[in-house]
């Protein structure tokens, strides 16, 4: 395996045809393609979630099923623009277990996260936001390279290197919670974690 250097790399493109051909760990053989980031060059804001699903695995972007739906939602009620950040994943290949046809969503392990952390480094080189939200604790680790519980750094502001971090539960779990009441707490502590990034972005302006 030989890495691509950061050096090597001079355009948000050239980022994504790397990434297209990396061997780093073993998820690359089931996933049908890499889903690299998307988003302007330069943004104030980054999403970053944990890997992508059915559906980004066969589209090749990020957050555009049924949790990027939730995603979208919670953006708009927070006031913020999706086409305005970079938005992408901490592993990015989808790692799945088969359940007869259906490919069903399998977490992503430490090595595979910290394997695709090379990549995640190189977006936020190349983007610089100033305001991280890492959604789910993969993309936590991803961002901060170390391990956290959600519960109790959620409300802390963190840093990787000179972005500040703010880290959230991952959409995909408002969708499974079953209780209405409940769901809509946890919906609303959400979009407040959005907003709060939306604040940090009008005060480092």
């Not at 998820?27 to 980004?56: K, N």
């Not at 680790?141 to 971090?165: C, D, E, F, N």
């Not at 959005?194 to 302006?205: F, V, Y």
Request: proline fraction near 7%; include cysteine; charge should be positive.
């Amino acid at each position: 395996m030989i890495d691509t250097p950061l050096s090597a790399i001079a355009s948000p493109d050239e980022l994504r045809a790397a990434e297209a051909k990396c061997q780093r760990c073993l998820l690359y053989r089931d996933a049908t393609q890499v889903v690299p980031g998307e988003g302007p060059r330069h943004p104030r804001i980054m999403l970053v979630g944990e890997q992508p699903g059915h559906e980004e695995d066969l589209e090749g972007r990020p957050f555009v099923g049924p949790a990027g739906r939730m995603l979208d939602r919670a953006l708009v009620e927070a006031g913020l623009d999706r086409s305005k950040m970079f938005v992408t994943n901490a592993v990015k290949h989808f790692k799945f277990t088969m359940r007869g046809k259906r490919r069903l969503h399998k977490k992503p392990n430490a090595y595979e996260i910290d394997q695709c952390r090379w990549w995640l480094q190189m977006e936020l080189a190349m983007t610089k936001p100033s305001v991280i939200l890492a959604m789910g604790t993969t993309a936590a680790r991803g961002v901060l390279g170390r391990p956290v519980t959600i519960s109790k750094v959620r409300g802390h502001m963190l840093a990787a290197g000179s972005s500040r971090v703010i880290v959230t539960i991952h959409p995909s779990y408002l969708l499974r919670i079953p209780d209405p009441d409940a769901k809509a707490r946890e919906y609303r502590d959400f979009v407040a974690d959005l907003r709060t990034c939306a604040q940090l972005t009008k005060h480092s302006a």
